[in-house]
């Protein structure tokens, strides 16, 4: 397990460099996913179209995390920020897209296109964004604890 080379007081404690490839996968499998909205042409919202929707929310995960970011690599928060963060992101995008209350079930991913090979092709896109958020998530978790052992 590598550790990460910040002090044990240190706010950006437990954010090495496996988090941060982590979050650059998820990132790259949301933006993907919101391509794939664009694509398919179904629960978009503004800036696509006048009407502000979940959609229009959810693109404010980009910022969030740039500013994520920026604050890490500055020192002002750590890994308990990615933490909530990437919980946040996870549990939003499960419950939007599985279970007895999806807004957006996995149909509405699948059924727009005409060939069913990209259909599944999207839903598969999906599964990798969960795995993802998932994995990086787990993994924050994993880091919080190690740093809150040591700094103990």
Request: no cysteine; proline share 6%.
């Amino acid at each position: 397990m590598s550790e990460s080379n910040e002090p044990r007081d240190s706010p950006t404690a437990g954010v090495d460099t496996r988090l941060y490839f982590l979050i650059g996968i998820g990132t790259i499998f949301g933006i993907g996913h919101h391509l794939d909205h664009i694509i398919r042409g179904n629960h978009v919202g503004w800036p696509l179209i006048p009407e502000v929707t979940v959609f229009t929310y959810t693109l404010l995960i980009y910022p969030v995390i740039a500013i994520g970011v920026y604050l890490t690599v500055t020192e002002q928060v750590g890994v308990r920020y990615w933490t909530i963060v990437l919980g946040g992101i996870l549990f939003a995008v499960v419950i939007t897209h599985f279970g007895p209350w999806a807004t957006e079930p996995p149909q509405d991913v699948i059924d727009p296109y005409e060939s069913v090979a990209l259909g599944y092709a999207a839903f598969g896109w999906l599964l990798g964004l969960v795995i993802s958020l998932a994995a990086a998530t787990t993994y924050s978790i994993h880091r919080w604890i190690v740093v809150r052992r040591h700094s103990s």
